[in-house]
């Protein structure tokens, strides 16, 4: 059984920061427009899984206040140097105090993920009736779940200038989950230092999702893009309004 800290170790989380920071950029932009469309145009973001700060920066550019929580302790110390300005705290996303706030932001299918061994569907419910709770009226809870999909077992490797990560992928469709194997080379000094970390994401149907949402009086919206960033298949775009 893997320790809540074997996530998103040091090298891992320097190369998601340095080689996969787009995904995260891109759908950022769309969350700045969506809010300012909604007439949102300062206050408090509360961004769960916040990673290495990439979306906490252009929140904090945009002129809102943000409060990141992620649980991996390398990804956090990454925000703290890149955005000084924000606030972050090493937690669980699913145990942690949401304070009063305009808006929550959960980006890159962080919900899905087992990290945290109490996440199920029922702690998942619980966390929406929680933003629910602690968005202001108006308020916006903005996020991306990995719903049941076809996919074989897969492998793929991509390199940058100083590290090599390879993903083994493989879905359980009687139990609804996804399995990622991750092994890096990160180059320090003139050697490559290897670690592997295994990621499973509970996959959620995204009709259950949206009545969970309903349940606790969001309105909600569904949609298969950030923008102009078309989501791969599986993934499922969320935006829930308290009015």
Not at 11 to 36: C, E, M, P, R
Not at 109 to 129: G, H, P, R, V
Not at 153 to 179: H, Y
Request: aromatic content about 10%; hydrophobic content about 40%; charged content about 25%.
């Amino acid at each position: 059984m893997n320790n809540i800290n074997d996530y998103y170790q040091k090298d891992l989380a320097y190369i998601h920061d340095v080689g996969f920071s787009n995904f995260a950029l891109q759908a950022t932009a769309a969350i700045i427009k969506i809010i300012h469309d909604s007439n949102i145009r300062s206050g408090l973001i509360v961004d769960l899984g916040c990673g290495s700060g990439l979306s906490a920066q252009k929140f904090i550019e945009a002129n809102y206040r943000v409060l990141g929580i992620d649980i991996s302790q390398a990804m956090i110390e990454i925000a703290r140097k890149r955005v000084p300005e924000a606030e972050f705290k090493v937690q669980s996303l699913f145990k942690t105090e949401i304070p009063k706030c305009n808006v929550v932001t959960s980006i890159s299918e962080c919900l899905n993920y087992l990290f945290d061994e109490e996440n199920n569907s029922l702690t998942l419910a619980k966390l929406c009736d929680r933003v629910y709770r602690s968005l202001l009226p108006g308020g916006i809870f903005i996020f991306d779940i990995l719903t049941p999909f076809t996919t074989k077992k897969t492998q793929r490797f991509t390199e940058g200038k100083d590290w090599i990560v390879m993903v083994e992928k493989q879905e359980d469709r009687e139990a609804k989950t996804l399995s990622r194997r991750i092994i890096t080379f990160r180059k320090v000094g003139k050697v490559y230092q290897r670690n592997d970390e295994t990621h499973h994401v509970q996959l959620y149907e995204s009709s259950k999702i949206i009545d969970q949402l309903r349940r606790v009086g969001f309105q909600v919206q569904t949609q298969s893009s950030y923008g102009d960033l078309e989501l791969a298949p599986g993934h499922t775009v969320f935006i829930a309004r308290k009015i």
